[in-house]
């Protein structure tokens, strides 16, 4: 693809993506998706939220006694942290062999690819929306809910979707030209819960550190952002908030260009 | 209105094929070396050809003498590697059965999965559902895991929803395949209507006598290049020498 013509061709792309038909493909491969997640099992959707409940468990226990003494509502600042980094875990995961798993749909239909990973992402964010509610609870019951502060969630929500859909895009892509990605990824999850402020707040850390984990690691000024809205606790920073926006942004159509340019080849290798 | 349909200028399609089993080392040099350790593979090989709007084209040759690949790159699912290509038109393709469908989901489920990915809305199958399972012979498995469907059932599935699909332009990759001669008989009639129509169909198959049928015309690829197009039954008839020379 010729990338002097490519804003032009990501505009048109993106507006057949989502006509009337590829709209209905959308929603019925997010319905199968989703009833696929928990096929079979008996606790079912229960699972999405046993999983984080846990986490919140251990590392509630484990932490408390080093930072939860330092600040107000700990039990909800490590829930809005283990949902955040579990959801980007768990979306760009499933993302991750999306073309190989579907291959008839990739190599005998002309649906758009993009779908089959706009499916797993939204099947993760209906679980992550109902997270957030619970979230949304707790602090009203900490006493640190602000409405107002609320209307700021859902641009950075559609942020936080670009860039994990960035991340699918470029993982499933990768993964077409070599399976390793799959392994790399798993240690790169494990390490996510350290290199981001899930359990620590921020100004507790080295500046070199900080440095590190802000500008390093993308999910970081979206979490910031999270804790920032969700626990008002007078410490919104604008500026953190709009560079939420424009790395998600940055980052997708960065993303998208590169599964563009290479899809051809990818779908081949699907 | 433009009345050709499909026209294909020295068209070529190229795979890469790898030369020897892939092991860690032999990633590492081609990598260092810029190899990618690979053969290139024609599986088109500047072919040129028309196709007239309305026209019923079947589409030979041997397995794997590019047929299937062919109908993908028409269908715009593959890029051609050189030559031109310019199709007037919205092909909808039927290349296979299990295309749109998730062997764990219930028939039912696979239903509104299988038509939304050939453009058909929940609210319309949902009219439909009973006839399509009556026609696939399916009603008392609607809840069944597709897994459980024999192949034939399958195609037989796939086939009863697709034949809903209204477009003036379709194609066919082996669709009746696996199929017993009672489902073959009920297909008849939408073949039958489809051959009547003004709509363009192309075909791709083994079955000589059903392509007789409902083509007129035929394009035979041999080792892909196109070794013959014109009359159906012309091309059926040295197609079929061809095994009898060898």
Known sequence: MNSKIFPFKLIIRISKLFSKKNRNILRELTRSEFKLTDHNSILGISWSFINPSLTLLVMYFIFKGRFGQKFYAYPLYLLIGIITVNFFISATSASIKVFSSNRDIVLNTTSPRELLILSQLFVHTYKFIIELVICLVLSLFYGIFSPIFILLLLPLLLSYLFLIASFGFLLSTVYCFARDIEYIWVLTSRLLFFVTPVFYKLNYTSPSFRNAIYWGNPITPFLTSFYEIIMNSGSFRLSNYLYALLLGFIFFVFGYFIFLVIENSTVERA | ?246
């Open chain 2, 1 to 246: 209105m433009n009345d050709i349909i499909i026209k294909a200028g020295h068209l070529s399609k190229r795979f890469h094929v790898r030369k020897k089993e892939k092991t860690f080392l032999r990633t590492i040099k081609s990598l260092l070396r810029a190899n990618y350790d690979s053969d290139e593979l024609y599986v088109l090989k500047d072919i040129s050809f028309e196709i007239k709007r309305g026209d019923k084209v079947a589409i030979i040759g041997k397995n794997g003498c590019g047929k299937t690949t062919l109908l993908r790159i028409l269908a715009g699912i593959y890029d051609l590697t050189s030559g031109a290509l310019c199709v007037n038109g919205n092909p909808v393709s039927f290349l296979k059965s299990s295309a749109g469908t998730y062997s764990e989901l219930t028939i039912t489920d696979n239903i509104y999965l299988f038509g939304a990915i050939y453009g058909l809305e929940r609210d319309f199958l949902r009219n439909k559902i009973d006839k399509i399972l009556d026609t696939a012979e399916l009603t008392r498995l609607a809840f069944c895991p597709l897994k459980e469907l024999s192949s034939g059932q399958a195609v037989r599935f796939a086939f009863s929803i697709f034949s809903l699909v209204e477009s003036d332009f379709l194609m066919f990759d082996e669709s009746l395949v696996s199929l017993d001669a009672g489902f073959a008989e009920k297909s008849k009639v939408y073949f039958e209507n489809l051959f009547r129509s003004e709509k363009t169909v192309l075909m791709a198959s083994h079955n000589a006598h059903f392509l007789n049928d409902y083509c007129k015309t035929a394009l035979w690829i041999d080792d892909g290049r196109i070794r013959m197009h014109g009359k159906i039954n012309e091309v059926i008839g040295a197609y079929d020498r061809s095994f009898q020379n060898s």
